[in-house]
């Protein structure tokens, strides 16, 4: 699946095509992924968890690279992808991420019409998926660990009342922003 030269070769190819990383998000990742980890410690973190991680996105953070350039502001190590979630919730779901992720269709409910803030806020609209990077505005795109959509993302676009909407799988929208990154910049 993971072509490992084909992706630093096109991540060189974007980087040596804007050289001071002026393109939106490009300042913060600056076309580099992070260190892989290692099969132990994706492990750790599985179990710890009780999860285990979609394999695209596993042998992405294994094999190819954890955290560092990817759409928008780039991708999350992994690690950090749980600590961030952690800040932004006002009360801890046990087995967040063990938690089956509960759409398989977008919810975008009216926030002043059909919940109120705090219910639309909530983290029980997210359980089973991880933060993977940040859109900004207060958006990001989380990957689905568990339940039926495990492996997709999805737009969280709480913040701006966009509610949540499916994308496409972990692989195929990394590659996607590899090929056409033209319509991640916004």
Known sequence: MWDVEH??????????ADPKCQKFGAGRHRYRLGPVISEAEAAAFEERHGVTLPEAYRTSVT?????????????????????????WEDREIPD?????????????????????????????????SL????????????????????????????????GLTRERGFYEWYMDWLTNPEQYFL
């Not at 992706?7 to 040596?16: D, I, N, Y």
């Not at 954890?66 to 749980?82: I, N, Q, V």
């Not at 919810?107 to 803030?117: A, I, M, N, Q």
């Open 96 to 128: 967040f991420l063990a938690t089956p992720f509960p759409h398989t269709e977008a919810w975008t409910p009216d926030p002043y019409k059909e919940l109120d803030g705090d219910e639309y806020d909530d983290p029980q609209w997210i359980t089973g």
């Open 63 to 87: 094999q190819v690279g954890d955290g560092g350039a990817g759409p928008f502001y780039g991708l999350f190590r992994l690690e950090e992808s749980r600590r961030r979630d952690a800040e």
């Open 131 to 162: 933060n993977i990077a940040e859109f900004g505005c207060g958006a990001f795109l989380r990957l689905v660990i568990i339940g039926p959509e495990r492996g997709h993302i999805w737009f969280d676009d709480r913040p701006s009342d966009g």
């Open 7 to 16: 992706v630093l070769s096109r991540l060189a190819a974007m980087a040596g």
